[in-house]
Antibody, heavy 119, light 109 residues
Framework: EVQLVESGGGLVQPGGSLKLSCAAS????????MHWVRQASGKGLEWVGR??????????AYAASVKGRFTISRDDSKNTAYLQMNSLKTEDTAVYYC??????????WGQGTLVTVSS | QSALTQPRSVSGSPGQSVTISCTGT?????????VSWYQQHPGKAPKLMIY???KRPSGVPDRFSGSKSGNTASLTISGLQAEDEADYYC?????????FGGGTKLTVL
């Protein structure tokens, strides 16, 4: 059974930093692209970014709204993906989900972790 | 990176059919056969319902079907049931990034 467990969310002040983790199990993590998707309260889903596998040079891509502030990384030895968030803004407040990307879709999602950016 | 356009809400009575549209551009929906649909109940993570425009994952009822014409994809739910009441999101690959629709709230009357 595929499991994705996010952690690291919490309250942070505007301009601050936070690093989220996504612990994966139940599939070949090293061969999978991992994506992050967020959802502000009462709003829709927003793609944040992704990191591909080693075979695809760990290539990353980001949404325009977070580019230059967020960084996605992974540690295949720990089956874990990360989302480093810097220069946080109030509009980054959301539940952040990590997802496994497979065949052009997201068949597996974590339970999400809440990030609140507020003074 | 503009969001795909979905109706904000649709409704139908039990047993009826509803269709949710998802309009993008030739750079996303129209350019790739990587359109997927997600169902989300309040407080829950999204659930994949349709992938690659029209394929259903194992366990998803065949009441759910997907299609695409040009830059517009559609999700049709036939034989509506009370448990289908939820938010639905379309999603498309767009080259180096991914884009979601704004979401549609389905109400079962």
């Amino acid at each position: 059974e595929v499991q994705l467990v996010e952690s690291g969310g919490g309250l942070v002040q505007p301009g601050g930093s936070l690093k989220l983790s996504c612990a994966a199990s139940g599939f070949t993590f090293s061969g999978s692209a991992m994506h992050w998707v967020r959802q502000a309260s009462g709003k829709g889903l927003e793609w944040v970014g992704r990191i591909r596998s080693k075979a695809n040079s760990y290539a990353t891509a980001y949404a325009a709204s977070v580019k230059g502030r967020f960084t996605i990384s992974r540690d295949d030895s720990k089956n874990t993906a990360y989302l480093q968030m810097n220069s946080l803004k109030t509009e980054d407040t959301a539940v952040y989900y990590c997802t496994r990307h497979f065949g052009g879709s997201y068949p597996d999602w974590g339970q999400g972790t809440l990030v609140t950016v507020s003074s | 990176q503009s969001a795909l356009t979905q109706p904000r809400s649709v409704s139908g009575s039990p047993g009826q059919s509803v269709t949710i549209s998802c309009t993008g551009t030739s750079s996303d929906v129209g350019g790739y056969n990587y359109v997927s649909w997600y169902q989300q109940h309040p407080g829950k993570a999204p659930k994949l319902m349709i992938y690659d425009v029209s394929k259903r994952p194992s366990g998803v009822p065949d009441r759910f079907s997907g299609s695409k014409s040009g830059n517009t994809a559609s999700l049709t739910i036939s034989g509506l049931q009370a448990e289908d009441e939820a938010d639905y999101y379309c999603c498309s690959y767009a080259g180096s990034y991914v884009v979601f629709g704004g979401g549609t709230k389905l109400t079962v009357l």
